[in-house]
């Protein structure tokens, strides 16, 4: 199994900082991409950020030069810097990662894995 557990949300003014952590266990023989999403009350879950087992970031517009995508390979977990944060940021986050999983008998399967989320909520 893998698990994905985030850490670090929470209530922050205007112009605030959060930085977001997402670990992931199991039985992982590789994390390939994983991405940061992010749900508000009544709205869609949307995609925020995603970074490429090489490093490589992708970011939405709406958060661009605003937060900072970054992984530890060694530590199996991401990290999602969030700076200037705006009330508009406030949501759900959650953590996705894309991983080739230990099977049975030395097989690999490919998996999507969630986290349970976690809340930040930007005051105005």
């Known amino acids: 199994q893998v698990q994905l557990v985030e850490s670090g949300g929470g209530l922050v003014q205007a112009g605030g900082s959060l930085r977001l952590s997402c670990a992931v266990s199991?039985?992982?023989?590789?994390?390939?991409?994983m991405g940061w999403y992010r749900q508000a009350p009544g709205k869609q879950r949307e995609w925020v950020a995603t970074?490429?087992?090489?490093?490589?970031?992708n970011y939405a517009d709406s958060v661009k030069g605003r937060f900072t995508f970054s992984r530890d390979n060694a530590k199996n977990a991401v990290y999602l810097q969030m700076m200037s944060l705006k009330p508009e940021d406030t949501a759900v986050y959650y953590c996705?990662?894309?991983?080739?999983?230990?099977?049975?008998?030395?097989?690999?399967?490919?998996?999507?894995?969630w986290g349970q989320g976690t809340q930040v909520t930007v005051s105005s």
């Open positions: 970074i490429t087992s090489g490093g490589s970031t």
């Open positions: 996705n990662a894309d991983v080739d999983r230990i099977g049975s008998f030395y097989t690999t399967t490919r998996g999507d894995y």
């Open positions: 199991g039985s992982i023989f590789r994390i390939n991409a």
